[in-house]
Structures are given as structure tokens and as C-alpha cells.
């Protein structure tokens, strides 16, 4: 039986989530799949009302503590977000001459897909796999954002989380950020 989590509804609120890839493959190896994640925070910034804390794309997740602002609620946001950038990731796996792995994801994809009865033919995302955990103080905050930007040091991919360019470190450092608008928590 899977656990459901749930998002509240006042828009002061602030959650750290993890988006897992299904079945944790690793996808998220080459630069033109990250991009496609900034691309959908983005727009769910600009467009839906997403606040974005902290972040950090992993091979087979993303790290995130958001929050809201607006009128739609928190999950509907996520839920728009994972179900564009899975769309958008089939189309860009699917067509990338480049990936010595496309049949087989694509058939991982396929073949998983067709198992949940809540899809037609494909997914992407681990169906409860965001969790969504809500940040109830500041200091319990602050250490989930020193953990978010921690992951690429304990995966072994850099030494200093500001030199991983797929996360809000840099932001939080004065410096660099691929994503725009992220609120630093301090």
C-alpha cells in the first residue's frame, strides 16, 4: 500500500520534496535533460505561482524546498510541473541521437508505464515519490538547504557544493545560479 503525502494549503508554507525518476535511473547525466527541469521551475515560477528555496538536480532526482504564492495550491503546481517536464524529457530522450541509452530508458519508460493504471503508455516520475516534508522553522530549514546543496558533495561529483552548477548553491553564495528568483533563505 503506498503513503500519500500531502501539501497544506496556506501559502506561507515552505516543504522540502524530493522528484525521483522512476525506478532511480539515472537520466539526468547530460546537460540537455537538467535543462529541461530549470526550464519547467522556471515557468512554474513565472507562470503558476511556484517560490523555489533551494534546489539541486541529481542523476535521478531533484532536491527542492518550495513554497507558493498565488492561487494555485502547492501540489497542483508540482504535479503540472513533473507532468510537462516528463512529456518534455520523452521527447528529448526519444530524439537524442547522442544517447547510447535512448531504446532501452525509452522501453524502461514504456514498459513501466503500462503497469501504472493511472497512464496510458509512459512514465517518468516515481508516482509517490515526491514526499513532501513541511519546514515548520527557520533552523530546520536552513539545515535541509545545507542538505539539498550538499547532495553533489556526498555523491562525489564536486568538493564544494558551489562549484555543482545544477543547484541553487551558487545563489546562496552570491554567485552564479542557472535558476532566477530563488528566494535564499538566511
Same mark, same amino acid.
Given at each position: 500500500? #503506498?503513503?500519500?503525502?500531502? %501539501? ?12 525521483? +525518476?522512476?525506478? #532511480?535511473?539515472?537520466? %539526468? ?22 517560490? +523555489?528555496?533551494? $534546489? ?50 525509452? $522501453? ?8 501504472? =493504471?493511472?497512464?496510458?503508455? %509512459?512514465? %517518468? ?6 514526499? =513532501? +516534508? ?12 545545507? #542538505?539539498?546543496?550538499?547532495? =553533489? ?7 564544494? =557544493?558551489?562549484?555543482?552548477?545544477? #543547484? ?19
Amino acid at each position: 500500500m #503506498s503513503r500519500k503525502f500531502r %501539501f497544506g494549503s496556506d501559502d506561507r508554507e515552505i516543504y522540502c520534496m524530493t522528484c525521483t +525518476v522512476l525506478r #532511480s535511473l539515472d537520466v %539526468f547525466t547530460a546537460d540537455v535533460y537538467r535543462r529541461v527541469l530549470i526550464e519547467g521551475l522556471a515557468f512554474a515560477q513565472e507562470h503558476k505561482g511556484l517560490d +523555489v528555496y533551494a $534546489w539541486c538536480v541529481m542523476t535521478h532526482q531533484l532536491h527542492l524546498i518550495v513554497g507558493r504564492h498565488g492561487t494555485y495550491p502547492l501540489g497542483r503546481i508540482i504535479g503540472a510541473f513533473k507532468a510537462h517536464t516528463s512529456k518534455v524529457l520523452r521527447d528529448v530522450v526519444a530524439s537524442n541521437p547522442d544517447e547510447q541509452t535512448r531504446d532501452w530508458l525509452m $522501453w524502461m519508460f514504456e514498459r513501466l508505464g503500462k503497469r501504472n =493504471p493511472n497512464n496510458w503508455d %509512459f512514465q %517518468f516520475w516515481e508516482q509517490d515519490g515526491s514526499m =513532501p +516534508v513541511l519546514l515548520e522553522d527557520r533552523a530546520k530549514a536552513l539545515e535541509l538547504v545545507d #542538505s539539498v546543496h550538499l547532495a =553533489p558533495v556526498r555523491a562525489g561529483y564536486v568538493e564544494v =557544493p558551489e562549484h555543482w552548477l545544477w #543547484s541553487s548553491a551558487g545563489n546562496y553564495q552570491q554567485k552564479f545560479g542557472l535558476l532566477e528568483n530563488v528566494i535564499l533563505i538566511e
